[in-house]
């Protein structure tokens, strides 16, 4: 069959259930397992977030700064040798977007990390939360009854 066919065989499958929705299965990502059981359990780590922002914290915003640093100095150089020219203008012009960039990209590090670690530490609070409350059920009154006996 070829693809002319078999697309218009799908139309017409869809025309026919206008409402159905079709389940492949779980979805298989590229994401590991992050808990007990397997990958399409929902769980969260709040040590996974921690690491990643702390690789935020010591990795990222340190090169970002080291790099934009130097590209600035490397920009302001070149123009401090272009003086007079239209160029230098142009460059000041890129070294002063640049320098917003740097500081817009810096922020979003900043967000990103503490988005992080409130959502790890939220998730913690949650869990307590939710065990403590488990702790806090009652049996029922419907209890005290035994079970019916078994034929």
Excluded: C
């Excluded at 935020?56 to 080291?66: L, N, Q, R, V």
């Excluded at 640093?69 to 000041?92: H, I, R, S």
């Amino acid at each position: 069959m070829g693809f002319e066919e078999e697309w218009a065989s799908s139309k017409a499958a869809a025309a026919r259930q206008p409402g159905a929705t079709r389940l492949d299965g779980a979805y298989d990502g590229p994401f590991p397992p992050s808990g007990p059981g397997s990958d399409k359990d929902l769980t969260s780590s709040a040590a996974r977030k921690n690491t990643a922002a702390n690789d935020i914290e010591t990795d990222f915003e340190p090169h970002t700064k080291t790099a934009g640093a130097w590209a600035d100095e490397a920009n302001g150089t070149a123009a401090k040798a272009f003086a007079g020219w239209a160029t230098a203008a142009g460059l000041t012009k890129v070294q002063e977007r640049w320098g917003k960039s740097v500081t817009a990209l810096l922020g979003r590090l900043a967000a990103e990390k503490s988005a992080l670690r409130g959502t790890a530490g939220y998730f913690q609070k949650n869990d307590i939360g939710v065990g403590n409350d488990f702790g806090l059920l009652r049996p029922s009154s419907l209890s005290q009854f035994s079970p019916p006996p078994h034929a």
